[in-house]
């Protein structure tokens, strides 16, 4: 989530980068299993990575859940356009956004609307309480327009570093 690290490129190099790859694809490999892919020393590659984590590169270690295994299989995209642009407004609802679980991710945007919100449910009727109930029922919201993805092309939690 947005502000749980700040990334810098500051001196990242070649090996750094590596590292960073791997660690991207599996950060449950072992010391040994990343000094091997990255062709470093195990207290090498232990230094680096603790480098990273304290200049802000690396955030917190999770695992990612299969949502059908959760009966989260839903994404819905959708479009948030605000009745109130006031600072206060705005915080009150990504403050508001932030609480909801079924949020994914959030982002302010140009353009027709103000906010793209990526949802995940269980269904369609999930996701009608949802919308109703939650964010057409807040008070700076003016709109919305839902967009249900039929089928999931690509996910990648991994930066092309």
């Known amino acids: 989530m947005p502000g749980d690290f700040v990334m ?5 190099d070649d090996t750094d980068r590596r590292l960073l ?6 950060a449950g490999l072992s010391q040994a299993e990343i000094a091997e892919q990255t062709g470093l020393s ?12 304290s200049r802000g590169v690396l955030g917190k270690l999770v695992r990612l ?8 299989g839903v994404n819905v995209l959708c479009n948030v356009r605000m009745n109130s642009h006031a600072a ?3 915080q009150n609802f990504e403050t508001f956004v ?3 679980a079924e ?7 140009c353009g027709e609307w103000d906010y793209l919100l990526r949802v995940v449910v269980s269904g369609v009727a999930a996701y009608e309480r949802f919308l109703m109930r939650e964010i057409l029922a807040h008070p700076s919201v ?18 092309p570093v």
């Open 21 to 26: 790859r791997v660690l991207q694809h599996d």
């Open 103 to 109: 949020v994914m991710e959030c982002y302010s945007v």
């Open 88 to 90: 206060r407004d705005r």
């Open 142 to 159: 003016a709109t919305a327009a839902s967009q249900f993805a039929l089928s999931q092309v690509k996910y990648t939690t991994a930066l």
């Open 65 to 72: 859940v299969d949502p059908q295994a959760v009966d989260c």
């Open 42 to 53: 195990t207290a090498s590659c232990w230094r680096r990575t603790q480098a990273l984590e």
């Open 8 to 12: 810098t490129t500051d001196r990242l």
């Open 98 to 100: 932030a609480g909801c």
